[in-house]
């Protein structure tokens, strides 16, 4: 094989969605080792590889290898042909699991399985039957759906495969067409189930084409460039489509759970600054530490150095804080954080201003239940500094009122 060929239009629309499938596969794979119980997530993987076996079989370099290495000329139709209706059932299957749920067992679902087994597997072997009774001595690396279109067998075998790839594809879009249209799917799932709707519609492009260059054969014709021009790039933009859709619900909801914890994580970060100001320490840092743990050991050491602090909380200014926010206009949603800075800040000076901390004194009767579960409110609402300052003050004078005469 020449490399510089590597890269042209007749093998990029094989090599392209081989890696594209191989990418998808390696951003799985560590799910798969790590939940290998899951039946779901190995048959997305075992999916996965079937589709990228197709890519690389049925590439030219790749046929012409095939046949090389066996002895036998276009040894890879047969090959080829069984690997695309495999991962057709194979499709069937994993979509009909995912949508009940795989652990399914009703007589619906085992008969729908069962039947969708032995006709791929019956089909597989005819494939095999139909060409070892064929003649078809000359290689054809890319037209052999249409030079063979006349030829006795190989034009039943390639009838056949198309059938049933036409059939696969159909069901398969219906049924992924009917679960999107059902309420309360997540947005990511949501999402996949659209391109994965996309990408069996365009194997369906994919057939229509390849059918239709092999019927002009039949009728005296020539229309061979709808299946070695055409449906090679339309079979490249469904796998990549299809790729796609199966990885993105569960990569998407990682990096959405990944995210939320990173910005968790992150809005803490006022609090946790202040309250080090309590202990003197700080949360231990390790870089292979995963973000849950990061935030699960800022969130501890801020709820333990608010217990520390709780003796020292003024529940009166807490009260009046929260009045003096309410009066500001502010919501009670974000009344009530404002006024637990406050009182945070005030608990901080008042220790401070201790001459000892009598770790034997006796807890106050606070209850802040309230605010260890509202910490990450707590820390956005210390970025308000002015909003911060004015409830303060309007608290403070409240007190005063209060006292005066």
Request: proline content about 4%.
């Amino acid at each position: 094989m020449n490399p510089s060929r590597f890269f042209d239009g007749l093998y990029i629309s094989f090599w392209i969605p081989a890696a594209v499938l191989t990418a998808a596969l390696a951003i799985k794979l560590p799910s798969i080792i790590k939940l290998w119980k899951d039946p779901l997530l190995r048959a997305v993987g075992g999916l996965l590889l079937l589709a990228c076996g197709v890519f690389v079989f049925a590439a030219p370099p790749t046929i012409v290898w095939t046949n090389r290495v066996t002895g036998v000329p276009n040894f890879s139709a047969p090959l080829v042909y069984s690997l695309i209706t495999a991962f057709c059932g194979s499709c069937l299957l994993l979509i009909t699991a995912w949508r009940n749920g795989i652990s399914d067992r009703s007589r619906t679902t085992r008969r729908a399985t069962a039947w969708v087994v032995s006709v791929y597997s019956g089909v597989i072997v005819a494939l095999w039957v139909l060409f070892a009774l064929a003649d078809a001595p000359v290689e054809r690396v890319r037209d052999l759906d249409t030079y063979y279109a006349n030829t006795a067998f190989m034009r039943e075998e390639i009838v056949l495969y198309l059938l049933a790839h036409t059939v696969a594809c159909l069901i398969t879009y219906r049924l992924i067409r009917n679960w999107i249209r059902t309420d309360g799917l997540d947005v990511w799932l949501r999402s996949g189930l659209k391109f994965l709707g996309v990408g069996y519609a365009m194997n369906l492009v994919y057939d229509a084409s390849k059918t239709a260059a092999v019927v002009a054969r039949w009728t005296g014709h020539d229309l061979d460039w709808l299946s070695t021009a055409l449906s090679p790039p339309v079979a490249c933009l469904a796998a990549i489509l299809i790729a796609v859709g199966f990885v993105l619900p569960h990569a998407g909801q990682y990096l959405q759970r990944r995210a939320r914890t990173r910005l968790g994580h992150w809005r803490l970060r006022s609090l946790y600054l202040l309250t080090r100001t309590v202990t003197g320490g700080r949360v231990p840092f390790k870089l292979r530490a995963t973000p849950e743990l990061r935030l699960t050991r800022r969130e501890t050491f801020i709820r333990d150095a608010l217990l520390h602090l709780a003796r020292y909380i003024d529940e009166d200014l807490e009260r009046r804080a929260y009045d003096a926010a309410l009066s500001l206009g502010r919501e009670p949603a974000r009344a009530r954080p404002l006024a637990h800075v406050v009182a945070i800040q005030d608990a901080i000076e008042t220790k401070r201003r201790s001459r000892e901390d009598d770790a034997d004194a006796p807890l106050a009767s606070t209850d802040i239940e309230d605010l260890l579960e509202g910490i990450e409110a707590v820390s956005r609402a210390l970025r308000h500094t002015d909003d911060i300052k004015a409830v303060r003050e309007r608290a403070a004078a409240a007190a005063e009122s209060v006292a005066a005469p």
